[in-house]
């Protein structure tokens, strides 16, 4: 699945995105929608209603309308771009799609999502969709959403849907517990801006929640063969002074990094979406420490300033499962 440099996939089910409601979903249910990947096909399979298909499919309509499906994003944000993925349909897949969103500013019950009715705002009209391929549609809306409707029309199958997206969480709720918070999650705003490399797993993976479920849920790179070494830069979810560092391995064994580094920089004035420029200030949040394969490694900082982005080294390469920055918001009151 081609990914948003500088956005987060505000749907993602790995992120706590959830396909609420679908008018039908005779074929495939809604639920595989938000899954990762691309969707598989298995040449033979079949159910009871038909071939099996790794997406939402609906059935054959036969009256006027369309068919929808209402989604709860993980995380509240500002929605730029959609990726509307029909792999592997092709004869079935529909032949538009439109987009809805809404805001709510408290959870919504299944049983009372109709009080959106009056909350939807059309922020993709209704485009054409081509079989067995990634449709990729930018948005204009600058409205928070904390729903979205797909429409499909009239009928057929999609694969996977990602809302691409800047996560606008609420941070006042999140600081104010005593806990430390992880300023780099992407469901707290965090995102990956760039990388050297990511080969065998997407830098992404590194500020996904939960543990790691095998060495593909990492971020992991091609094996470097000439002189430097491997990097992401990330935006924090907010300016914050990160106090513990948890630099996780899990599953990387015979692939893991010798060591690793951090940097921080206050770059406040740099676009949403891009690295800080050069000649920004970087300081050293963590210096060059050894890492251990398959283990979970806990770190201090040897300074602690307000930063906004990070920039994660590793040496001279390899693969790291989860990047964790522990630490408290600066100046939100």
């Given at each position: 699945?081609?990914?948003?440099?500088?956005?987060?996939?505000?749907?993602a089910?790995?992120?706590?995105?959830?396909?609420?409601?679908?008018?039908?979903?005779?074929?495939?249910?809604?639920?595989?929608?938000?899954?990762?990947?691309?969707?598989?096909?298995?040449?033979?399979?079949y159910?009871?209603?038909?071939?099996?298909?790794?997406?939402?499919?609906?059935?054959?309509?036969?009256?006027?309308?369309?068919d929808?499906?209402?989604?709860?994003?993980?995380?509240?944000?500002?929605?730029?771009?959609l990726?509307?993925?029909?792999?592997?349909?092709?004869g079935?897949?529909?032949?538009?799609?439109?987009?809805?969103?809404?805001?709510?500013a408290?959870?919504?019950?299944?049983?009372?999502?109709?009080?959106?009715?009056?909350e939807?705002?059309?922020?993709?009209?209704?485009?054409?969709l081509?079989?067995?391929?990634?449709?990729?549609?930018?948005?204009?809306?600058?409205?928070r959403?904390?729903?979205?409707?797909?429409?499909?029309?009239?009928?057929?199958?999609?694969?996977?849907?990602r809302?691409?997206?800047?996560?606008?969480?609420?941070?006042?709720?999140?600081?104010?517990?005593?806990?430390?918070?992880?300023?780099?999650?992407?469901?707290?705003?965090?995102?990956?801006?760039?990388?050297?490399?990511?080969?065998?797993?997407?830098?992404?993976?590194?500020?996904?929640?939960?543990?790691?479920?095998?060495?593909?849920?990492?971020?992991?790179?091609?094996?470097?063969?000439?002189?430097?070494?491997?990097?992401?830069?990330?935006?924090?979810?907010?300016?914050?002074?990160?106090?513990?560092?948890?630099?996780?391995?899990?599953?990387?064994?015979?692939?893991?990094?010798?060591?690793?580094?951090?940097?921080?920089?206050?770059?406040?004035?740099?676009?949403?979406r891009e690295?800080?420029?050069e000649?920004?200030?970087w300081?050293?949040?963590?210096?060059?420490?050894?890492?251990?394969?398959?283990?979970?490694?806990?770190?201090?900082?040897?300074?602690?300033?307000?930063?906004?982005?990070?920039?994660?080294?590793?040496?001279?390469?390899?693969g790291?499962?989860?990047?964790?920055?522990?630490?408290?918001p600066?100046?939100?009151?």
């Amino acid at each position: 699945m081609t990914s948003r440099p500088g956005l987060v996939d505000l749907a993602a089910e790995r992120l706590g995105g959830k396909a609420l409601l679908a008018n039908d979903e005779f074929f495939a249910p809604k639920e595989n929608l938000l899954q990762p990947g691309r969707g598989v096909f298995i040449e033979g399979r079949y159910t009871s209603h038909g071939a099996w298909m790794d997406g939402w499919e609906t059935r054959r309509r036969r009256e006027p309308g369309h068919d929808w499906c209402i989604v709860r994003l993980a995380v509240q944000g500002v929605i730029r771009a959609l990726t509307v993925d029909t792999n592997h349909f092709k004869g079935n897949h529909p032949e538009a799609c439109s987009l809805d969103a809404a805001y709510a500013a408290r959870p919504i019950a299944l049983k009372r999502l109709g009080e959106l009715e009056r909350e939807w705002i059309e922020i993709l009209p209704q485009s054409p969709l081509r079989g067995h391929a990634e449709n990729q549609f930018e948005v204009a809306s600058d409205a928070r959403a904390t729903h979205v409707r797909l429409n499909i029309y009239p009928d057929g199958g999609v694969a996977r849907l990602r809302v691409w997206g800047e996560a606008r969480p609420d941070w006042t709720r999140l600081a104010s517990g005593k806990r430390l918070v992880d300023l780099g999650a992407a469901r707290h705003g965090g995102v990956v801006l760039a990388s050297s490399d990511g080969f065998f797993g997407e830098p992404g993976h590194l500020i996904l929640p939960g543990r790691p479920v095998n060495m593909g849920d990492g971020w992991e790179t091609r094996r470097r063969r000439g002189p430097g070494h491997d990097w992401a830069v990330l935006r924090l979810g907010v300016r914050g002074v990160i106090e513990s560092v948890e630099v996780d391995t899990t599953h990387f064994k015979g692939n893991f990094p010798e060591s690793c580094s951090l940097e921080g920089c206050d770059a406040g004035g740099t676009a949403c979406r891009e690295p800080p420029p050069e000649g920004t200030e970087w300081w050293q949040v963590l210096p060059r420490t050894t890492l251990k394969a398959h283990t979970r490694h806990g770190f201090r900082p040897a300074e602690r300033r307000p930063a906004t982005h990070v920039r994660f080294n590793i040496y001279p390469d390899g693969g790291v499962a989860r990047l964790r920055l522990l630490g408290r918001p600066a100046g939100l009151g």
